[in-house]
């Protein structure tokens, strides 16, 4: 079975509004304020937050179609350029191949993306058409996705949290928290040490939540 068409189609998100908090919070999250490491640290004027230098291109999704009507469907990263590029370039040049052959496909639209470079903003297009063809893949073969790509790799996966507030994420009860570091290769060394202190501050404050749990018979992550 061919694929019968691939299309960008603009994601309609309902709006949600946040439940009210039942307290103030203790502090600005992460994300409202920096600085956070970045590639523009080193420009004083974008450095102090992030996203006063992001780009909002807008979001996307992908939609294909096989020729019995089965459709994938795939969100996409990259915005409005990464869109042209599936709207205009690929996928014109991939309908009417075989909607299973995942690795032929991609395969192809890597070396479609030659002429402009296959990364950056290409690897976007092609990773969102990719995810809606495996989608796709599943649905007429009646398997989940991770089936087809080899099963499940493990029983449980742990989650970590993002941030610097420590303290919250142990209360919550994460045993891992990945830290925004503020600093950059263009702190120089200076940088390096106050990341090293933040990240040993956070590391102290762990072990001693883990050591107070231990003498209080708490087994397991807290909260």
Known sequence: MNLRSIRVVKPQIPGR????????????????????????????????WR???????GGYAVVVEAEDGTTGFAMG????????????????RLTGEPCLATERLYDMMVRLCMPFGATGLASFATSTVD????DLKGKLLGKPVYELVGGPAHDHLDCYATGNDTDW??????????????????DGLDGIRK??????????MADARLRDGVRRGVHGPPG
Request: overall charge positive; proline content about 17%; aromatic content about 10%.
């Open 17 to 48: 509004t946040p439940p009210a908090s039942p307290t103030p919070p203790r502090r600005e999250p992460w994300t409202a304020s920096g600085p956070v490491a970045c590639p523009m640290t080193r420009y004083p004027r974008y450095a102090a």
């Open 51 to 57: 996203p006063s230098w992001l780009p909002h291109f």
């Open 77 to 92: 990263g990259g915005g409005t350029p990464a869109a042209a590029v599936i709207h205009e370039h690929l996928g014109p």
């Open 131 to 134: 995810l809606a063809l495996w």
């Open 169 to 186: 994420h142990l209360e919550l009860g994460f045993r891992g928290s990945k830290m925004a570091c503020p600093y950059g290769p263009a």
């Open 195 to 204: 990341n090293e202190e933040l990240v040993a501050s956070r590391r102290d």
